[in-house]
C-alpha cells in the first residue's frame, strides 16, 4: 500500500514565486525524503529529513516535518522554470533495510 | 559522482517474449532496486537485493525475476513479456545502512 501521499497532484505558478508541497504518510517512519524528476528521466534525491529532525534546507529547499501530524512540506524558494519537474516524497520504515516507499507525485509547472 | 546505468533507454518487445533489463551501479552499493512507474501509480518497488545472490520481493513481483550475481550489476527479468508490463522500469542503489538511492536514467518498455 502506498505510504506518502502528496499534495496538491499538480502546481503551476509564476518563476520567482515560492511553490509548498505537502505529503502525508500513514505509519511510523525512520526518514522521508524528497526526489525530483525531470520529464522521462530517472528521479535526483533533494533532501532527507530524519524522524528526530523537524526542519532542514539544503540551498533553496526548505523541509518540516511534523511526526504528530504524520506529514511533511517541501518548499521551494524563488522558484526557477528550471525548477519544473515531477516531485516524489520518500519514506522510510524502522527496520525496512533501506527500502522506500514512494507517493504518486506532484507535478510543478513553473511558468517563466 | 554515483553512476546508475541501464542498458536501454527504450525497448519494444513482442508478447511472450523473454526480456532482460540491465543495470549497472559503479559505487559499490550493496542494495539495488527495481521499481516500475505508471501514471497515477508512483513508484512500485518490483523486486530489491542486499547482497550478491540475495533478492526480496517487493510489492509487485508478480510476473517478474531478477538475477544478482555480481555486486555491481542487478538484472530485471520478464520470462514471458505481456502488455500490462508495458511502463517506465527505474533501477536504483544506496549503500548499507544508507537511506538515500541513486536512480539510473529508466527504460521506457513497450510490449505489443
Given at each position: 500500500s502506498q505510504q506518502g501521499e502528496e499534495d496538491p497532484q499538480a502546481l503551476s505558478i509564476q518563476e520567482g514565486e515560492n511553490a509548498t508541497m505537502n505529503c502525508s504518510y500513514k505509519t511510523s517512519i525512520n526518514n522521508l525524503q524528497w526526489y525530483r524528476q525531470n520529464s522521462g528521466r530517472g528521479l535526483v534525491h533533494l533532501i532527507l529529513i530524519r524522524s528526530n529532525e523537524r526542519e532542514k534546507h539544503s540551498g533553496r529547499l526548505r523541509v518540516t516535518l511534523d511526526t504528530s501530524k504524520k506529514s511533511s512540506s517541501l518548499l521551494i524558494t524563488?522558484?526557477?522554470?528550471?525548477?519544473t519537474a515531477s516531485y516524489f516524497c520518500a519514506t522510510g520504515l524502522t527496520g525496512a533495510n533501506s527500502k522506500l516507499t514512494f507517493g504518486k507525485g506532484i507535478t510543478l509547472s513553473v511558468r517563466p | 559522482d554515483v553512476k546508475v546505468t541501464q542498458s536501454s533507454r527504450y525497448l519494444v518487445k513482442r508478447t511472450g517474449e523473454k526480456v532482460f533489463l540491465e543495470c549497472v551501479q559503479?559505487?559499490?552499493?550493496?542494495n539495488m532496486f527495481w521499481y516500475r512507474q505508471d501514471p497515477g501509480l508512483g513508484l512500485r518497488l518490483i523486486y530489491f537485493s542486499y547482497d550478491v545472490k540475495m533478492k526480496e520481493k517487493g510489492d509487485i513481483p508478480e510476473g517478474y525475476s531478477v538475477s544478482r550475481e555480481k555486486k555491481e550489476r542487478f538484472s530485471l527479468i520478464l520470462e514471458s513479456a505481456s502488455t500490462n508490463q508495458t511502463s517506465m522500469y527505474l533501477c536504483a542503489s544506496s549503500a548499507q545502512g544508507r537511506d538515500t538511492q541513486y536512480f539510473g536514467p529508466g527504460t521506457r518498455l513497450t510490449v505489443l
Amino acid at each position: 500500500s502506498q505510504q506518502g501521499e502528496e499534495d496538491p497532484q499538480a502546481l503551476s505558478i509564476q518563476e520567482g514565486e515560492n511553490a509548498t508541497m505537502n505529503c502525508s504518510y500513514k505509519t511510523s517512519i525512520n526518514n522521508l525524503q524528497w526526489y525530483r524528476q525531470n520529464s522521462g528521466r530517472g528521479l535526483v534525491h533533494l533532501i532527507l529529513i530524519r524522524s528526530n529532525e523537524r526542519e532542514k534546507h539544503s540551498g533553496r529547499l526548505r523541509v518540516t516535518l511534523d511526526t504528530s501530524k504524520k506529514s511533511s512540506s517541501l518548499l521551494i524558494t524563488a522558484s526557477r522554470a528550471a525548477d519544473t519537474a515531477s516531485y516524489f516524497c520518500a519514506t522510510g520504515l524502522t527496520g525496512a533495510n533501506s527500502k522506500l516507499t514512494f507517493g504518486k507525485g506532484i507535478t510543478l509547472s513553473v511558468r517563466p | 559522482d554515483v553512476k546508475v546505468t541501464q542498458s536501454s533507454r527504450y525497448l519494444v518487445k513482442r508478447t511472450g517474449e523473454k526480456v532482460f533489463l540491465e543495470c549497472v551501479q559503479d559505487m559499490d552499493h550493496e542494495n539495488m532496486f527495481w521499481y516500475r512507474q505508471d501514471p497515477g501509480l508512483g513508484l512500485r518497488l518490483i523486486y530489491f537485493s542486499y547482497d550478491v545472490k540475495m533478492k526480496e520481493k517487493g510489492d509487485i513481483p508478480e510476473g517478474y525475476s531478477v538475477s544478482r550475481e555480481k555486486k555491481e550489476r542487478f538484472s530485471l527479468i520478464l520470462e514471458s513479456a505481456s502488455t500490462n508490463q508495458t511502463s517506465m522500469y527505474l533501477c536504483a542503489s544506496s549503500a548499507q545502512g544508507r537511506d538515500t538511492q541513486y536512480f539510473g536514467p529508466g527504460t521506457r518498455l513497450t510490449v505489443l
